[in-house]
């Protein structure tokens, strides 16, 4: 499966951002799909998880309650919808999928990556 990240911008604290990951080449239904980031300087970390079958979620306690993910199979499309932005989510935001059932977040459980959509969050 291809995906391919979008959504990315240079927003203020305190603001929203939506991040879509279109997915393209296999019945997106089929798999598990998260959002993982990485600042500068840091190692990728896990962001968010979406279930291919019930949609079960989990997100990093960091973006708990901040962060929805969602997903639409009809448009083969995953969604990460930010609010109430903080300078320390500024990242590059990477979507992955994976042909597992259940999530994880370990990013090297996940085969396919998107390319990355970077968020700036100025204070």
């Known amino acids: 499966v291809q995906l391919q990240a979008s959504g990315g911008g240079l927003v203020q604290a305190g603001d929203s951002l939506r991040l879509s990951c279109a997915a393209s080449g296999r019945t997106f239904s089929n798999y598990t799909m998260a959002w993982f980031r990485q600042a500068p300087g840091k190692e990728r970390e896990f962001v968010a998880f979406?279930?291919?079958?019930?949609?079960?979620?989990s997100y990093a306690d960091s973006v708990k309650g901040r962060f929805t993910i969602s997903r639409d199979n009809a448009k083969s499309t995953a969604y990460l919808q930010m609010y109430n932005l903080k300078p320390d989510d500024t990242a590059v935001y990477y979507c992955?999928?994976?042909?597992?059932?259940?999530?994880?977040?370990?990013?090297?459980?996940?085969?396919?990556w998107g390319q990355g959509t970077l968020v700036t969050v100025s204070s």
């Open positions: 992955a999928a994976r042909y597992i059932m259940g999530g994880s977040s370990y990013a090297s459980s996940y085969s396919y």
């Open positions: 979406i279930g291919r079958s019930f949609g079960a979620t």
